[in-house]
């Protein structure tokens, strides 16, 4: 492997402060003399290790979607299937619930400011947005030829209802500062894939 440089250490460090910024105060808000500012160091010293604002963007993004693949993905072990589905949107809820970055979900703050704004970001945020779903959608969709959700379920419509929980959960803790927002996430989420697998959520009828 290998050795990482002192260069490729101070960009990571710039990395870390920018995604934390950027969750806060949007990607159109990093500078280099703002995060200068934030880390103490020269414009200089932060300039030197990005193209461009856009570069600095981007490399934000690239560094938040490592973050997301260690913190959420890769350390889900559950068996292909319903198990894996329901483990891969718990480790979401725990990633967004344990505030890895300041102002919430990365991309949720990402996605809200870009969404209108056509470029390069945006179609980086889109893509990876988009990848995300596709897989909890693949994850249903096996989980249904496996026979643990119901053929009449479509896997697109069950993955489209879990994210909406996940953000709607970042969106009410940041906002409206709800304390109960991820146990709400976490019942809508279990009683959706109750219903999906033909079990009856606890507490309600079938």
């Keep these: 492997m290998p050795t990482r440089t002192p260069r490729s250490?101070?960009?990571q460090t710039i990395l870390e402060r920018a995604m934390d910024l950027a969750s806060v105060e949007g990607l159109e808000g990093l500078s280099i003399g703002r995060l200068a500012s934030a880390l103490g160091m020269s414009k200089s010293?932060?300039?030197?290790?990005?193209?461009?604002k856009q570069d600095l963007q981007l490399s934000t993004v690239e560094s938040a979607r490592e973050r997301f693949e260690a913190e959420v993905m890769a350390g889900v072990e559950a068996e292909p299937g319903l198990a894996r589905l329901?483990?891969?949107?718990?480790?979401?809820?725990?990633?967004?619930e344990g505030e890895a970055f300041a102002g919430g979900c990365f991309f949720w703050?990402?996605?809200a400011?870009?969404?209108g704004r056509p470029g390069a970001v945006r179609d980086r945020i889109a893509e990876l947005t988009r990848s995300?779903?596709?897989?909890?959608s693949a994850e249903a969709r096996l989980a249904q030829r496996l026979g643990e959700l119901r053929p009449?379920?479509?896997?697109a419509q069950v993955a489209f209802e879990l994210h909406a929980f996940v953000q709607e959960a970042n969106w009410a803790n940041q906002l409206l500062e709800a304390p109960d927002a991820f146990a709400r996430a976490r019942a809508a989420v279990a009683g959706r894939?109750?219903?999906a697998a033909r079990l009856a959520p606890i507490g309600l009828a079938p």
């Design 132 to 136: 995300w779903l596709d897989q909890i």
């Design 9 to 11: 250490d101070t960009r």
């Design 113 to 115: 400011e870009f969404d």
């Design 152 to 155: 009449d379920e479509d896997p």
């Design 45 to 52: 010293g932060v300039i030197g290790h990005f193209a461009s």
């Design 193 to 195: 894939l109750a219903r």
């Design 109 to 111: 703050a990402a996605s």
């Design 86 to 96: 329901e483990a891969l949107v718990e480790s979401w809820i725990a990633h967004v």
